[in-house]
């Protein structure tokens, strides 16, 4: 499975961004697909997941602000994010994860938020 993430970029403080991650190849094999983030000298940390069911999962830190949805049809995850603070800054990746120990990452898109 291959992961083509876009949206990312330069947005002041309490503005919006819309992320989305298009799954390519063996898409049956998907399960949860989610955006992970990497601040400049921190660890990977998640954002948040979306089952094929449409189960979500949130960070504590973007619960309210951000949210995930998933088009199956289109193979597509996207993460509208609002009310974007600084620490918010960060490279965003996708993740797919399912069967066959299935565990892709998309290339990173960075997000800075700033004045």
């Known amino acids: 499975v291959q992961l083509q993430a876009s949206g990312g970029g330069l947005v002041q403080p309490g503005g919006s961004l819309r992320l989305s991650c298009a799954a390519s190849?063996?898409?049956?094999?998907?399960?949860?697909m989610g955006w992970y983030r990497q601040g400049s000298g921190k660890q990977r940390e998640l954002v948040a997941t979306i089952t094929s069911g449409g189960n979500t999962n949130y960070a504590d830190s973007v619960k309210g602000r951000f949210t995930i949805s998933r088009d199956n049809a289109k193979n597509t995850v996207y993460l509208q994010m609002n009310s974007l603070k600084p620490e918010d800054t960060a490279v965003y990746y996708c993740n797919a994860r399912g069967v066959n120990f299935l565990d892709s990452w998309g290339q990173g898109t960075l997000v800075t938020v700033s004045r």
């Open positions: 190849g063996s898409t049956f094999r998907i399960r949860v």
